[in-house]
């Protein structure tokens, strides 16, 4: 399977500047800048970690299939549209696919009814993703923003704090325990809001 992005998202953002500002409870404009960053960080980790893409974008794969099949898993989900559909150098009506959730495809015949793909090679563009927060009539789900705004509630918390430091104790003579190594992770309550959202494959 090989995946060409045809028309790319020009946003990528998980939550708005106002949204994230009411989230923190800023007034001003002074920090702007500095949210806008912190919105874009955490999206890339969100991205990153639910190996995925969630903006709306239209793109095409080409499958190679040895053997006939009842579907085709593609790489983008939610599929908004079957843009074309061309099977073994053969356009075939784009309305003879019927996408389920997950990114699973199937065929129809004229009846309507479900057939195999064929073996050989087959070219589906479509157009998959969800309408982001920064855009009219989002379809976004709510646990994936809210999984953005604590990663950017989380980071304009510990822009002050020394980043290496992993737990304090300030009574009697105190203690300071410093991370070391790398943090692969997500906090765990980020990752069970994305857990329903992460896929084993990058696209």
């Given at each position: 399977m090989t995946l060409t992005i045809i028309e790319a998202a020009s946003d990528k953002r998980l939550t708005t500047l106002p949204t994230a500002k009411a989230e923190l409870q800023v007034t001003s404009g002074a920090d702007d800048a500095y949210i806008t960053s912190l919105?874009?960080?955490a999206s890339a980790a969100v991205l990153s970690w639910c190996q995925r893409a969630f903006a709306a974008e239209t793109v095409r794969e080409t499958f190679r299939l040895p053997a006939p099949d009842t579907s085709i898993m593609l790489a983008?989900?939610?599929?908004?549209?079957?843009?074309?559909?061309?099977?073994?150098?053969?356009?075939e009506d784009a309305d003879n696919a019927e996408p389920e959730a997950g990114g699973f495809l199937y065929r129809l015949n004229d009846d309507g009814n479900r057939v195999s793909w064929p073996s050989g090679r087959i070219v589906i563009e479509y157009r998959a993703g969800f309408v982001l927060p920064?855009?009219?009539?989002?379809?976004?789900?709510?646990?994936?923003e809210r999984a953005a705004l604590s990663l950017v509630k989380a980071g304009w918390f510990a822009r002050s704090r020394d980043p290496l430091i992993r737990s304090e104790t300030i009574e009697g003579a105190g203690s300071t325990d410093y991370f070391s190594g790398t943090v692969s992770r997500l906090p765990?309550?980020?990752?069970?809001?994305?857990?329903?959202?992460?896929?084993?494959?990058?696209?």
């Open positions: 919105i874009d960080q983008r989900w939610p599929v908004l549209s079957a843009v074309s559909i061309e099977i073994n150098g053969q356009t920064n855009d009219p009539g989002r379809t976004l789900p709510a646990d994936i765990p309550d980020v990752e069970s809001l994305l857990s329903p959202y992460r896929n084993l494959t990058m696209g």
